[in-house]
Structure formats: structure tokens, C-alpha cells
């Protein structure tokens, strides 16, 4: 599967770097971007074949995108978030431990005083998760995107001064249900797992009940010798 993955990356590649002249021709006014986004495959990922759609989506939608590649450090994200005075992030992910990594970089985004909007995507990323272990974490907003084209339409939304404070809203929301959702489903998971400990404690004291003590045996009718 892997030697798959990486060769789709390499040819996912070589697409984006042919059809980047076409899309950029015309557009040498910056001004006329709809807003900045910066966008990262987080620390210790190397794929990167969703995060090259995704920049090759918004940049058809009038986006000016900085890709800083794959396996980012969380300060090297933070740090160009700042100094490029971006209007949002967009964090990439395939493998499991992504999901810690994107914790960390808005943690680390928040200690920098940043709230602006983050979205994140990738195969293991989920609303619930975004929900809550990422947004938790954060000042600002965070945003689960399914795929690429959903990322156009949320950055369009969130630029749009009559949508964005609607979305930011609506997103808060559904993220509050989600938490209080996942809480109550963990509670009942809880329950279900002793409920269950207690039957197989059942069943084994029915196989094999305790020995009895020495009170417990039951007193011979006859004591002595008899003849």
C-alpha cells in the first residue's frame, strides 16, 4: 500500500507543477486575493497528496496559499502565521499521531496571541475529535473540512463579513453538541464495561464457585466411634 501512496504523491506532484503557470497567469495583482491562507502538513507526517489538492482548490477560488510542505514544526507554522500576517491556517494530516501534532500546533498558536481560523483535515481526523481534543485547545475557531472542495467553501464563508460570524457560530454549536454528545457516550460506555466485568464475574462464580470455610461446612451427625 505504501509504495502506492507515495508514487500518487509524486504524480499528484508533478500535476500541481504543471498546471501552477496556468492558474497563476493574469494574477499578478496580490491585492485582488480574496485572503491569505497558510497550509501544513503537521510535524512528523510526510504525506501530502490531500494538502496538494486542497492548495491547488483554493488557489482556483482566488486564494493566495503559502505551502510550507510536509513535517512542520508547530513554531515554523506559528512563526509564518505572524510574519506573513495570514487570515487563516489550514492543517494537514494522514496518520494517527497527526492528531496529537495539530493539538500542539494551535496550543502553541494560542500562546502566540493568534485566533484566527484553523481548519483541519485528513483521513484519521474526525468532527468529533476536532470537537473535542483540538478546539478546546484554542482561542479562536476551529474547523473540521471533509475535503478539499469543503475547504474552498468554508474559506469563502469565512471572508464574507455577512457570513463569517454566522459560521464561527454555527461551528461552535455543533462542536458544543458533539462535546456534550461524546461525554454522555463515554458515560455509557463506562457503564457498559462494568455492567459487563460484573457478568463475567457471575458466570465464573457460577462455574467455579468459592470453596466453602470452615463454618460453613455443614456438622457430621455423628461424632465418635460406632459399633
Do not use: W
Not at 42 to 47: L, T
Not at 67 to 79: F, H, N, R, S, Y
Not at 169 to 187: A, F, I, M, T
Amino acid at each position: 500500500f505504501l509504495p502506492q501512496v507515495v508514487k500518487t504523491a509524486r504524480t499528484m506532484k508533478q500535476a500541481v507543477d504543471i498546471l501552477r503557470p496556468y492558474m497563476l497567469q493574469g494574477d499578478d495583482n496580490k491585492a485582488s486575493k480574496a485572503a491569505k491562507i497558510l497550509i501544513a502538513t503537521v510535524k512528523g507526517d510526510v504525506h501530502d497528496i490531500g494538502k496538494n489538492i486542497v492548495a491547488v482548490v483554493l488557489t482556483c477560488n482566488n486564494f493566495e496559499v503559502l505551502d510550507l510542505g510536509v513535517m512542520v514544526p508547530k513554531e515554523t507554522i506559528v512563526e509564518t502565521a505572524i510574519k506573513e500576517k495570514v487570515d487563516m491556517v489550514c492543517l494537514s494530516g494522514l496518520i494517527t499521531p497527526s492528531l496529537e501534532e495539530m493539538g500542539h500546533t494551535v496550543q502553541a498558536m494560542k500562546d502566540a496571541g493568534l485566533d484566527i481560523p484553523v481548519m483541519v483535515g485528513g483521513a484519521t481526523t474526525s468532527a468529533l475529535h476536532t470537537a473535542v481534543k483540538i478546539a478546546p485547545l484554542y482561542g479562536g475557531s476551529v474547523f473540521h473540512v471533509r475535503d478539499a472542495s469543503a475547504d474552498a467553501v468554508m474559506a469563502m464563508k469565512l471572508v464574507d463579513p455577512q457570513q463569517r460570524q454566522t459560521v464561527i457560530d454555527e461551528n461552535y454549536r455543533e462542536q458544543e453538541e458533539l462535546r456534550v454528545h461524546g461525554s454522555r457516550e463515554k458515560e455509557v460506555q463506562e457503564v457498559q464495561k462494568v455492567q459487563e466485568v460484573q457478568k463475567v464475574q457471575e458466570v465464573k462464580e457460577t462455574i467455579n464457585p468459592e470453596p466453602l470455610t470452615i463454618n460453613q461446612h455443614p456438622s457430621p451427625l455423628f461424632l465418635g466411634q460406632r459399633v
